[in-house]
């Protein structure tokens, strides 16, 4: 068990691109999350996938922001036309969901900043 | 909506000496789970102690333990023996049942966290 692995750690992007985050779960847990977490505030929640089904998705998730789970393994997420006001870490949880015993591991996070 | 409010930016204790970071929450809802998150600096943020809300019992792993008062909708965290390591952001977090909808929800509601500091 290597623990949830996050790629990249740090990105410094312009605004108006795109980039691409990945998540790689602790191997057999079904579900997995993705937070945003701005400085000094708690972590707020984005999606969140059970195997390949992206069940929930926040408010926040504008639709400049796409998230996958191809086969219910890793998961990536896309922020198009970045802006300012995306500058955040980007943090992936993963679980095993199995009855109501579910505790959500955290990776090391995507720390990214829009110039 | 549930929220979660931790009313203390920042918390400072002596080592080997007791702290309890407080946290409140809102919800509607009678079954759901409580927990503490610990987040060193740049490091992961990692499980300290979780609360079943329809468990009377106040959780306890080792040094850190819970008073739940549920009426209150209160979840303070107590570090016992405080240690240099114990030096971190917590955060308090929310999360309804999952069985009482559907497996819908299963996120978390954090706090806005307390930074803990540890004085030699």
């Known amino acids: 068990d290597t623990g949830v692995s996050q790629d990249p750690r740090h990105k410094i992007t312009k605004r108006g691109q795109n980039v691409t985050f990945r998540c790689d779960p602790i191997?057999?847990?079904?579900?997995l999350y993705w937070y945003r977490q701005t400085l000094g505030q708690g972590p707020e929640f984005l999606t969140y996938?059970?195997?390949?089904?992206?069940?929930?998705k926040s408010r926040l998730l504008s639709d400049r922001f796409s998230a996958e789970r191809p086969k219910g393994s890793f998961s990536t997420l896309e922020i198009q036309r970045t802006e300012q006001g995306d500058s955040a870490m980007y943090l992936c949880?993963?679980?095993?969901?199995?009855?109501?015993?579910?505790?959500?591991?955290f990776g090391p996070g995507t720390r990214l900043l829009v110039l | 909506a549930q929220t979660v409010t931790q009313s203390q930016p920042e918390m400072s204790v002596q080592e080997a000496e007791t702290v309890t970071l407080s946290c409140t929450y809102d919800?509607?809802?009678?079954?759901?789970?409580l927990f503490w998150y610990k987040q060193p600096p740049s490091r992961q943020m990692i499980l300290v102690i979780r609360?079943?809300?329809?468990?009377?019992q106040n959780a306890t792993e080792n040094r850190f333990s819970v008073n739940f008062q549920k009426a209150a909708k209160s979840f303070s965290l107590k570090i016992s023996d405080s240690q240099l390591g114990d030096a971190a952001m917590y955060f308090c977090?929310?999360?309804?049942?999952?069985?009482?909808?559907?497996?819908?929800?299963?996120?978390?509601?954090f706090g806005g966290g307390t930074r803990l500091m540890v004085k030699p």
């Open positions: 949880a993963s679980s095993l969901g199995v009855g109501v015993q579910e505790t959500q591991y």
């Open positions: 191997s057999e847990h079904n579900r």
């Open positions: 977090a929310y999360r309804s049942d999952p069985s009482m909808n559907n497996n819908a929800g299963n996120m978390l509601t």
């Open positions: 609360q079943e809300a329809y468990k009377q």
């Open positions: 919800t509607s809802e009678s079954d759901y789970y």
């Open positions: 996938f059970q195997n390949e089904a992206q069940l929930e």
